[in-house]
């Protein structure tokens, strides 16, 4: 479904993302990992097309993105969700308005009351009905992420990308979004794909892990074969912590 063909991208001098490829199925429930600043999050950009690749090509299901133009490009993202790191809730909106944000301020408007239902679904989905009314800074900071994923999650996409979905909060906090992320995942049958420095979301969330060293993937491996892997960076960056 997402076939990533030897992309590259730089910024200036810097090449960031090195001929890549990837491919993830259908259904999938990918994590990426790697050092800060190797381009973890500039992938997401170039997936949803909020970034450009300088060469190579990004398909979704059989849509290329490299010349999609903006309204192509905008009904491409209705079916991909994207989790912000740190939620990146609107402040001045309460709960219902931030989860039903995309279905409003598009050309092809559902009515209110359809908008509403859909809400509800996804707060009782993610455990927050009740919340309705309540503004971002009511909540507490596991609370705000479950927000944030109803809202990546409103316009039922099959693709959702998670950026770093569960850094700085507390383990049990950290073990409920995760429970969220994987339990959400199958019930929509989702393909996914969770960036994380946090290993207990790393060998939860995913299926398959792919860490990014030198601007592109190393072979995958497994929540159970990555604590014994063999691929020389990858030990060098758990080290003592695997
Ligand atoms: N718009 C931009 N202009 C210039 N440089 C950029 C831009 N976006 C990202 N970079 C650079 O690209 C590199 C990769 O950034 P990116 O945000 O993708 O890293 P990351 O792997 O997500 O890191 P982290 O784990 O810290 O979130 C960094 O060196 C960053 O400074
Ligand atoms: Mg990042």
Same mark, same amino acid.
Request: charged share 25%; proline share 4%; with cysteine.
């Given at each position: 479904?997402?076939?990533?063909?030897?992309?590259?991208?730089?910024?200036?001098?810097?090449?960031?993302?090195?001929?890549?490829?990837?491919?993830?199925?259908?259904?999938?429930?990918?994590?990426?990992?790697?050092?800060?600043?190797?381009?973890?999050?500039?992938?997401?950009?170039?997936?949803?097309?909020?970034?450009?690749?300088?060469?190579? @090509?990004? /398909? !979704?299901? +059989?849509?290329?993105?490299?010349? *999609? $133009?903006?309204? #192509?490009?905008?009904?491409?993202? &209705?079916?991909?969700?994207?989790?912000?790191?740190?939620?990146?809730?609107?402040?001045?909106?309460?709960?219902?308005?931030?989860?039903?944000?995309?279905?409003?301020?598009?050309?092809?408007?559902?009515? @209110?009351? /359809? !908008?509403? +239902?859909?809400?509800?679904?996804? *707060? $009782?989905?993610? #455990?927050?009905?009740?919340?309705? &009314?309540?503004?971002?800074?009511?909540?507490?900071?596991?609370?705000?992420?479950?927000?944030?994923?109803?809202?990546?999650?409103?316009?039922?996409?099959?693709?959702?990308?998670?950026?770093?979905?569960?850094?700085? /909060?507390?383990?049990?906090?950290?073990?409920?979004?995760? $429970?969220?992320?994987?339990?959400?995942?199958?019930?929509?049958?989702?393909?996914?794909?969770?960036?994380?420095?946090?290993?207990?979301?790393?060998?939860?969330?995913?299926?398959?892990?792919?860490?990014?060293?030198?601007?592109?993937?190393?072979?995958?491996?497994?929540?159970?074969?990555?604590?014994?892997?063999?691929?020389?960076?990858?030990?060098?960056?758990?080290?003592?912590?695997?």
């Amino acid at each position: 479904m997402i076939n990533i063909r030897q992309i590259s991208k730089r910024f200036g001098q810097k090449k960031i993302i090195n001929d890549l490829s990837l491919q993830i199925e259908d259904g999938e429930r990918a994590c990426i990992i790697g050092p800060s600043g190797c381009g973890k999050s500039t992938l997401l950009k170039l997936l949803t097309g909020l970034s450009k690749v300088d060469s190579g @090509d990004i /398909l !979704i299901g +059989d849509q290329s993105l490299t010349n *999609l $133009d903006e309204e #192509g490009l905008y009904k491409l993202r &209705k079916n991909i969700g994207f989790a912000f790191q740190s939620s990146a809730l609107f402040d001045s909106l309460n709960v219902e308005k931030n989860v039903g944000f995309s279905l409003c301020e598009t050309p092809d408007r559902a009515s @209110d009351s /359809l !908008i509403l +239902d859909r809400v509800q679904e996804m *707060l $009782d989905l993610v #455990g927050m009905s009740g919340f309705e &009314k309540a503004m971002p800074s009511d909540l507490s900071g596991g609370q705000q992420r479950r927000i944030g994923l109803a809202r990546a999650l409103a316009n039922r996409p099959k693709i959702v990308l998670y950026d770093e979905p569960t850094t700085g /909060l507390d383990p049990q906090l950290c073990s409920n979004i995760e $429970d969220l992320i994987t339990n959400l995942s199958k019930k929509l049958n989702l393909t996914s794909i969770v960036i994380s420095h946090q290993i207990s979301t790393m060998l939860r969330t995913s299926e398959k892990i792919y860490f990014m060293h030198e601007g592109r993937f190393l072979k995958p491996e497994s929540p159970e074969s990555i604590r014994n892997s063999t691929q020389a960076p990858l030990h060098a960056f758990f080290k003592g912590v695997l």
